[in-house]
Structure formats: C-alpha cells, structure tokens
C-alpha cells in the first residue's frame, strides 16, 4: 500500500518531536507566533520562503522538501521577483484579459454619451513699433525742446480677456449656430430655464443671477496662453457648436484690439485736450506782453539814450520773447498730438481667425479607450497578485 508523503507542517511536528523541541523555542526562532507554528504544522497556515530559510538556519540537519503548500514570494527582502510576478499573471491571463477587454468596451461605449466639444483658436502678435521712425520723431521733438516720453500702456490680453467687459459683451451676443439658429449664450446654456431652489420674486435680481452664473460658466470655456519670448498670444474657446466657438474666438479678438485702441485713443485725445488749453492761456498772456511793449514804444522814443528806460524796454522785450518761446513750443506740441491722435497704428495683428473646427477636440475616444484598457490591466493583474 502506497503511503502520502508528510506534509511539510508534519515533517517539522515530527522533526520537533524526535530532538524533544518545544513549540515555544521553535517559534522564537522562526521569527513567529507560538499559533502560527501550530497553524504551520496542521496545515492551516501555508508557509512561506521566509519561513523555510529560517528553519535552514535554525536547523541545518533537518531535511525536508518543498511541497505544494510552499509558495514562493513575489517581495522577497523588499525586492520584486518578477520571475514570480509573470508567472502569477501568466496563470490568471483568462481572467485579466476578460476582465481588461470589459473595462475597454465599457470605457468606449460611455464615451458616446458624453457631450461633444469643439476647440476653435485665434491668434494674435502685438504689433512692432518702428524703431527709425521713433528716432527721427524724438530728434524732430528734442530739437523743438518737446519731452518725447513713452505714453504707450502696456496691456496684459489675458486679463483682457477674461475680464467682465468681454464676458458681458458674449453672452448678450447672438450667435448663429450650425443649425442656423441665432442665440446668445444664456439661451444656448438654458441657464435663464434653470430653477433655483431658492426663487425670488425681483426679477431685477434673478437676472443678476443669471448674468453672473453666464460669466462664470464662460470663463470655464476660455482660455489664453502666451509665449513670453515670442508674444504670440493664443485664446482658444470650447463649445458645443463648432461654429459658435470659432465666432467667439473672433468676436473676442476683434473685441481686444478695439479696447487697446480705444485706450491708447483716448489717452492721446487727453494730452491734445490740455496741451490746447495752455496753448490758449500762454496766447492771451503773450498778446497781452506784446500789447505792454507796443505802448512802452509808443511812450517813449527815445528810450535808446536812457540807460533806465532801456533796461524797463529790455524787460519787457524779454517777457515777450519768452512768451513766444513757450507759444511756439505748445504749438509744436499741439501738432504732434494731433498727429498721434489719428495715427491708427495697430496695437495687435491677428496673426490667425478661428475658423469653425470639423474634428471634435472632446471626448477623445481613442484616448478613453486607451485610459480604460490600462485600467482594466491594472485592477485585473492587482486583483490576482492579492488572490495570490
């Protein structure tokens, strides 16, 4: 009659027994619970690499094999075998493969539900001021006495764009959609037919509300970079209408470089504006000098022989002079600010329009699917390593 072979928790009962070991002994050298030495030794209790080089150490003449309840360790001393590792996944590829294939096909279907954007682009360069045309109008100023400082504003377009100027002037917008329906955005958002828990009964305040979630949702659909060594500057809006997003993209463009232009306009039109009004003050106060020095001639002829009246002539030729002076200055100066009033040098060059996009830009399917078959793999092969 063939005998089954010990197992490895008997041999080590027998073994303990035969040299009169005690459970407590064996355990403290095994690095062990004096219970878990029993669970080992009933097979309750799987036992480990771990375990088995101990007992080599502790116990060189015992001699045993390895039997079906010793499973080698994927961690072992804080290092992966990946021997091991691949040969677990390898034994459960049925269940990772089903279990991957079912995360990717649910992945992708989900994605078909989801709600369809379009990314539309416009971009802008800041226009570059001719630098010789600069210099020869400074010489032209210096030589007139006229302080030629740098007026232009430096505008940040990102904060632009995301002001509340623009955002007001979208939303009340119509646009015309792909559909051929023309509607602003709050129409296209419903967000005019969305109930708050809360109803008021001032309309006034409701449509505050509403104003104001428009606003915050557009800025949720806008968005601005700019290169800081090139000045290219890129505003990409995403809509659920491709023709929608590529008319903002623009509008906001146009929107931009009217407000700088404006701007830069006005700040011009009140240097013209003060420049005119000293010009009429220091007119009336060089007439009147004139008018001082016309009589002082008319009342004394002979003020050439009379060193006194000579020099009360010489004072009052002297105002008169330096009213010109300051006269033809502020003429000068009133001319130029007019010049630059008119002047309509660009402040930004739309480098590219947005032009309604074909491809949708969100959801991206392959890149779902990918997502969802990694993560497939993943929970699967984790999930049979704990089985392990």
Known sequence: METKPLSLGKKIKRYRLVNDIRQEDMAEKLGVSRATLINYEKGYTSINIDVINKIKNAYPEFNFELDENVKPKIINENTI????????????????????LSFTILGTSS???LK?????????????????????FQSLAANFGINTTNNEQNFNIPDVVNSRLIANL??????????????????????????????????????????????????????????????????T?????????????????????????????????????????RLTIVKKELENS???????????????????????????????EAKKEVYLTLQQQLELARIEEVKQSPILHILDYAVPPVNKSYPNRYFIAV??????????????????
């Open 81 to 100: 075998d990946f021997k091991v590792l691949f040969n677990v996944l390898f034994k459960s590829k049925g269940y990772i493969f089903l279990l991957t």
């Open 111 to 113: 994605s078909f539900l």
């Open 116 to 136: 369809k954007y379009f990314d539309a682009e416009i971009s802008l360069y800041p226009a570059k001021n001719d630098i010789s045309q600069i210099g020869q």
């Open 170 to 235: 979208v939303i009340n917008k119509k646009w015309t959609t792909r559909k051929g329906n023309s509607k602003n955005l709050i129409e296209l958002w419903q967000i005019n037919k969305k109930k708050s828990l809360f109803s008021n009964k001032d309309s006034q305040l409701d449509s505050m509300i509403v104003i104001e979630s428009a606003i915050q949702k557009f800025k949720d659909h806008i968005h601005v970079s700019e290169d800081r060594m090139t000045g290219l500057i890129k505003i």
């Open 237 to 277: 809006t995403t809509f659920q209408d491709p023709n929608v997003a590529a008319g903002v993209a623009n509008f906001i463009g146009d929107q931009i470089e009217l407000y700088i232009q404006k701007e830069n306009s006005a700040q011009s039109k009140k240097e013209k504006e003060f420049i005119f009004e």
């Open 290 to 320: 004139e008018l001082d020095l016309k009589i002082f001639k008319e009342r004394n002829r002979g003020y050439e022989n009379s060193p006194e009246l000579f020099m009360k002539y010489s004072q009052f030729f002297r105002k008169v």
């Open 371 to 388: 997502i969802s078959l990694l993560l497939g793999f993943f929970i699967a092969s984790s999930h049979a390593v704990f089985r392990y």
